[in-house]
């Protein structure tokens, strides 16, 4: 149980086109989901916050307007980097969590790495 | 605000040795603790996670971690490794109370040498 999924596990882009990728809970009910970035060699970088049906909060110095990300559902939140541009690449990673998780645990998916060229 | 430190940034081990990797925190209260693993390329996997009671947890692959109160400790073991254990290794933490963000360390790369 537990399974979080995230489209597509790779992507590679022209300079300022717009990414979409998606991060959904296979068996579960995410109520919030957490996107982070990673770059080589260093740990995960919290971008944001969201809560299904509401929108997402973000961490200082992320811009909110280029990571744009929508919860529309239990299982799914997309975030979307628009206008990318090569410093964008990086790895992201998603992950869920559920309201009646007492534990605050957080189930991740595989990631995506983002190439912009 | 909690922050959690891993002192090593890069461990060398020899296949079969025992390992331990470091885990300090910094917060008011009992957080609940995590370590992940990370292979290159690969999502996290969650090795194993405290949350109350008995402060030696056992995790998969063989893993086992030890919750120190007194050492704002969470050090993580393996009696013996393996070469599929190179990897990263992320300890985190997050509140006890509500939903809140989990906080990461800067990672542990593990290298095993034949």
């Known amino acids: 149980g537990a399974v979080v999924s995230q489209h597509p596990s790779r992507v590679i882009c022209k300079s300022g086109t717009s990414v979409k990728i998606e991060c959904r809970s296979l068996?579960?009910?995410?109520?919030?989901m957490f996107w982070y970035r990673q770059f080589p060699k260093k740990s995960l970088m919290l971008m944001a916050t969201?809560?299904?049906?509401?929108?997402?909060?973000?961490e200082q110095g992320v811009e909110k307007d280029k990571f744009l990300i929508n919860h529309a559902s239990l299982t799914l939140s997309t975030l979307t980097v628009t206008s990318a541009h090569p410093e964008d690449s990086s790895f992201y990673i998603c992950s869920a969590g559920t309201s009646g998780n007492p534990y605050n645990e957080q189930f991740f998916g595989p990631g995506t790495r983002l190439t912009v060229l | 605000a909690q922050s959690v430190t891993q002192p090593d940034i890069h461990i060398t081990v020899s296949e079969g040795a025992s390992l331990e990797l470091r885990c300090n925190y910094s917060y008011g209260a009992t957080p609940y603790l995590f370590w992940y693993v990370q292979s290159p390329g690969q999502g996290l996997q969650l090795l194993l996670k405290?949350?109350?009671?008995?402060?030696l947890v056992q995790g998969i692959k063989g893993f086992e971690a030890e919750f120190k109160r007194s050492q704002s400790s969470f050090n993580l073991r393996k009696p013996s490794v393996h070469w599929s254990d190179a990897a990263e290794y992320f300890c985190?933490?997050?509140?006890?109370?509500?939903?809140?963000?989990?906080?990461f360390g800067t990672g542990t790369r593990l290298t095993i040498i034949p």
């Open positions: 405290y949350f109350s009671g008995d402060t």
């Open positions: 985190a933490v997050v509140s006890n109370f509500g939903n809140e963000k989990l906080t």
């Open positions: 969201s809560n299904e049906g509401s929108k997402a909060t973000y």
């Open positions: 068996d579960f009910q995410a109520t919030t």
